[in-house]
């Protein structure tokens, strides 16, 4: 896989993010994690859609191979106003299909992240990953994320994680923006 090219979700596709969630949460299941165990939001999912901030990445064959989505909404639980919360682009959501394993493809989601972070005139690219899981803060780590703070927010997410958004890895496909 060479090149994915990028596009917002439609509404139409709300039920394609959510499956890849549902299949995400099981497989994290199946692996021993407890992390995104509970029934998937929906209403996130279609909210994303709804404000443009929800995007699926296909194959030159068009199948489906990843989602993400990318907003500027810092929760005020995890980036307090010394963070400048206005000075990010936050991840949510990032899922690869199994079938794209093995190709660095959230590696290259993360970097057009970062292109769009530095586009749009934030320094930084935000998220906050699952707190009882090492195995996802390594792979953050292992991509030049840094670790801000653990929040005990009850949702079971709060490792708050930055990268400088103009870092950029340069592994895995190349990434295009669909028109
Ligand atoms: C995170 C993700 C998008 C990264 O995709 P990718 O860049 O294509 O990388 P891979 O899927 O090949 O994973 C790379 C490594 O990270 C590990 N990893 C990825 N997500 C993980 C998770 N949630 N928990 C523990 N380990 C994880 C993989 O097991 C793999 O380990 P290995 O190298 O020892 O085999 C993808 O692994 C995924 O969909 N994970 C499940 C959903 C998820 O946790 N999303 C991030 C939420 S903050």
Same mark, same amino acid.
């Given at each position: 896989m060479s090149t994915v090219t990028v596009r917002r979700a439609t509404a139409a596709s709300a039920?394609?993010?959510?499956? *890849?969630w549902v299949r995400a !949460?099981?497989?994290?299941?199946r692996a021993g994690l407890d992390q995104w165990q509970y029934p998937v939001k929906l209403h996130n999912i279609h909210a994303a859609i709804a404000a443009g901030t929800c995007w699926l990445a296909s194959d030159s064959f068009g199948?489906?191979?990843g989602t993400i989505t990318l907003d500027q909404d810092a929760d005020p639980e995890m980036w307090p106003p010394e963070d400048r919360p206005a000075d990010a682009f936050y991840l949510h959501r *990032?899922?690869?299909?199994? !079938?794209a394993k093995g190709v660095e493809?959230?590696?290259?989601?993360i970097d057009w992240s970062a292109r769009r972070a530095v586009e749009a005139g934030r320094k930084w690219i935000r998220l906050d990953a699952w707190r009882s899981n090492p195995g996802?803060?390594?792979?953050y780590a292992d991509r030049g994320f840094?670790?801000?703070?653990?929040v005990p927010h009850p949702s079971g997410s709060g490792a708050c994680f930055q990268r400088d958004a103009t870092i950029q890895l340069g592994h895995g496909p190349?990434?295009?923006t669909a028109a």
């Open positions: 039920d394609v993010v959510a499956d *890849m !949460a099981a497989a994290l299941a199948a489906i191979v *990032m899922i690869t299909e199994p !079938a493809l959230g590696s290259a989601l996802l803060w390594k792979y840094e670790l801000v703070r653990v190349t990434v295009r």
